[in-house]
T-cell receptor
């Protein structure tokens, strides 16, 4: 079946460090892939997406590339800020529904 | 901007009570969803709806029901609340087809005592 696996957290980094959050998926066909972010006390919001192989989604300094050969969609940012502290969810689309990973909590220390 | 509004941020209920969680969206979206979010389990889909008066079971529908009498409103009902339904509940909406970006409410943290 369709599923998403992402690295477990929490991930703790210092400000300006490089960030990678790994995400791999299992799916039939070529689903659209997403990263959602949940800031403290809020609901989820879309961070970026990619709809086909080799697409790169980007937003707010974050990037992720749709890698069909490795079925991956890793989230990266070159220099994190304290304000990036949140929970990050990798997800894929199945029909009209979204399948989410379990989330990775990110703590950025000043 | 799309707005998805959940009626309560925090709710405390007793075991056996009937609980209603309300969600309203203002962007004329066809699809609406209810999830619960638990530590270590991520988001799990409870129910969803593609249109007024339509509902479909998600992955964990047991102990829940839903109502969609109007396009903008999607209610989650706990017929007889139990302690294992203590959780964060998130509502989302999206357009049908193309893109399927889901827009989320801020969540309702429900405690069942």
């Amino acid at each position: 079946g369709n599923s998403v696996t992402q690295m477990e957290g929490p991930v703790t980094l210092s400000e300006e460090a490089f960030l990678t959050i790994n995400c791999t998926y299992t799916a039939t066909g070529y689903p659209s892939l997403f990263w959602y972010v949940q800031y403290p006390g809020e609901g989820l919001q879309l961070l970026l997406k990619a709809t086909k192989a080799d697409d790169k989604g980007s937003n707010k300094g974050f990037e992720a590339t749709y890698r069909k050969e490795t079925t991956s969609f890793h989230l990266e940012k070159g220099s994190v800020q304290v304000s990036d502290s949140a929970v990050y969810f990798c997800a894929l689309r199945r029909d009209d529904k979204i399948i989410f990973g379990k989330g990775t909590r990110l703590h950025i220390l000043p | 901007d799309v707005k998805v509004t959940q009626s309560s941020r925090y709710l405390v209920k007793r075991t056996g009570e009937k609980v209603f969680l309300e969600c309203v969206q203002d962007m004329d979206h066809e699809n609406m969803f209810w999830y619960r979010q638990d530590p270590g389990l991520g988001l799990r889909l409870i129910y969803f709806s593609y249109d007024v008066k339509m509902k479909e079971k998600g992955d964990i529908p047991e102990g829940y029901s839903v109502s969609r009498e109007k396009k903008e409103r999607f209610s989650l009902i706990l017929e007889s609340a139990s302690t294992n339904q203590t959780s964060m509940y998130l509502c989302a909406s999206s357009l049908q087809g193309g893109g399927n970006i889901q827009y989320f409410g801020a969540g309702t943290r429900l405690s069942v005592l």
